[in-house]
């Protein structure tokens, strides 16, 4: 990673890790794609380092999501640096969570996250390189009482990037 001029996508970019990951990818010269619900986080963001286009979408939202992932596929440049961090957990006993509540946390870990991914690759497929970093948690790998749910999008995290890991290799040759 670091060649300068390289377009980068970072979700979840309005705070916490995703901010901090399009800060220090902005110092390194890439073209950054911050993207998130917050507009005027974003746009706070773009002031803080210069190459940062802030991009709003809410990841829960599938039309949305289809909406911002056209406009990812139609960029003149192709995103070779993919970093998937938008992500919130929820916590409950299983019984008291409601199915709404589920289905969200389900389209913002998991879904958006693959559907953003299927937008960035076939670009990095043409350029014959791309980095994709999955934000995933110690949940993907364990889960705990009341946080079953949350744990289960994490876990379907760990399998989807493993997947892709080995995909990699497959539709190289
Ligand atoms: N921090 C930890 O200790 C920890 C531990 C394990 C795993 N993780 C994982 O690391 C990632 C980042 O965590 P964090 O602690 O940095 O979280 P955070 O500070 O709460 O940031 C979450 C980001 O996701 C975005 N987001 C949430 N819902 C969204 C939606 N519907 N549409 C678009 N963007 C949405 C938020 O932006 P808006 O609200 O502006 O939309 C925000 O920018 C997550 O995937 C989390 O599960 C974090």
Redesign the pocket.
Known sequence: MGEKGQMALV?????????ETAIRLAEKGFKVIA????RE??AELADQAQGITPQQ?????PEDVERFCREISNLQESVSVLIN?????IRGALEDVSMEAVR?VF???LF?MIRVTQACLPGMRRLRRGTIVN?????GKFTFPLGGV?AST?HAVEAITDALRMERYVLLE
């Open positions: 979700t979840g970019a309005s705070s916490g890790i995703g901010r993207a998130a619900r917050r986080r974003l979408v809410d990841l829960s939202d961090n938008a992500g919130y957990s969200r389209e913002v870990n958006a934000l995933s948690s110690i949940a949350y994490k």
